[in-house]
Structures are given as C-alpha cells and as structure tokens.
T-cell receptor, first 110, second 117 residues
Framework: KNEVEQSPQNLTAQEGEFITINCSYS?????LHWLQQHPGGGIVSLFM???GKKKHGRLIATINIQEKHSSLHITASHPRDSAVYICAVRSTGGSEKLVFGKGTKLTVNP | DARVTQTPRHKVTEMGQEVTMRCQPILGHNTVFWYRQTMMQGLELLAYFRNRAPLDDSGMPKDRFSAEMPDATLATLKIQPSEPRDSAVYFCASGFGLGARVNYGYTFGSGTRLTVV
C-alpha cells in the first residue's frame, strides 16, 4: 500500500461544477503539499499546509491531521483547471523529503 | 515575478555521454531540490541542499549521478555516463526555511526533459 493515496485517479467535470480531490496518508507528517501539473509539464505549488484550511481564489485545501486526510476543492471549475493534481507529504523528522501520491487527472469540459 | 530557471529545457544525448543540468533558484531561497519524474515512478526526490550543503542525496544513484551547488545562485545535476533508463524530466525546486524546515512552500522550475538514446 502506498504511503499516499489519492482519489479519484481520473475525474471529468463540466465547467462550473464543484470539484473535490482526496488524499489519504499513512505516516505522521509535518506538512502536506498540493501541486498542479499542467499538460505542458510545469509544476505549480498550490498549497503547503499542516493544519486547518487554506484558500486561494477558487481553490481550497483542508487537512484533518487526526484522520490523516486532506481534500482539495475547486469551486466554479473552468477548463483551464484541467491538470494533474498531486498530493505530497513531508514526514515528521528532520528530512525535507516528500512522498508523492500518483496524482489525480482532472478534465473540465466547457 | 520570481522563478526557478532550469537549463536546458530539452536534451537528447547518446548513451555513455555526460549530461549536466543547471538550476538557478529564486534569490534568497536557502533550500534547493532535485526531483526526477517518470511515467513509471512518478516524482522522486534525488537530492536536496540547505544553504548550499547537501543534506540528502539518498535518492541518487551514486555511481553515475552527482549534485553540487558551487554558489547560492547555481545548482547542478550531472550524469556520467548516461543510460537510457535515465530518460525522464528532471525538476529543480527551491524554497525558504527558517530553522530546519521549509516553511512557505516550493517553487518549481520548468524541468529538463532528458532523452538518452
């Protein structure tokens, strides 16, 4: 079993829909990252969080440390949100090493 | 708009040749990472530096890979000799941390797409 599990693997939505991507992890963590990778290949760091909730524009990330679970929400989805969304965790301890989920491929149709 | 700059963007080389990839982190960032992405393995950490000192290179095949930071504005990843299985996209990322950890997230470069034939 992978240390970081994402669901769903693939997600297709219509423009305007509310999107939720889930991430579960099995290790103790000091931080969780949500990354976005566009078809062109570039990676953008969306959020780094260790508790609670963060919001940036139409994106919201939440984390529940007790349940070892995080969600990424996209409100009013748009075709330009189509990308692979990757969850990554940094474990407790001194290392900066991230363990990555396999990603969720999101397609938003107009 | 601050960005992490990687060169080259694409590299095609023959097996056995030396490959050098370069990264210019964001000015003021004190932590620099090298990641490799393949279809099979996804993203993997190869090595990272804090204040130019290597802290973890356990993800790197030591016999052929080397990573250095000759100064605060340049990180290099070298493969010698290259092999077809090294074909991947190599990303550099940088971040800033107060104390022992990066606190404010990372910025990724655009990556170097390496093809070894």
């Amino acid at each position: 079993k992978n240390e970081v599990e994402q669901s769903p693997q693939n997600l297709t939505a219509q423009e305007g829909e509310f999107i939720t991507i889930n991430c579960s992890y099995s290790v103790g963590i000091s931080a969780l990252h949500w990354l976005q990778q566009h078809p062109g290949g570039g990676i953008v760091s969306l959020f780094m969080l260790s508790s609670g909730k963060k919001k940036h524009g139409r994106l919201i990330a939440t984390i529940n440390i007790q349940e070892k679970h995080s969600s990424l929400h996209i409100t009013a989805s748009h075709p330009r949100d189509s990308a692979v969304y990757i969850c990554a965790v940094r474990s407790t301890g001194g290392s900066e090493k991230l363990v990555f989920g396999k990603g969720t491929k999101l397609t938003v149709n107009p | 708009d601050a960005r992490v700059t990687q060169t080259p963007r694409h590299k095609v080389t023959e097996m056995g040749q030396e490959v050098t990839m370069r990264c210019q982190p964001i000015l003021g960032h004190n932590t620099v990472f090298w990641y490799r992405q393949t279809m099979m393995q996804g993203l993997e950490l190869l090595a990272y530096f804090r204040n130019r000192a290597p802290l973890d290179d356990s993800g790197m095949p030591k016999d052929r890979f080397s990573a250095e930071m000759p100064d605060a504005t340049l990180a290099t990843l070298k493969i010698q000799p290259s092999e077809p299985r090294d074909s991947a996209v190599y990303f550099c990322a940088s971040g800033f941390g107060l104390g022992a950890r990066v606190n404010y997230g990372y910025t990724f470069g655009s990556g170097t797409r390496l093809t070894v034939v």
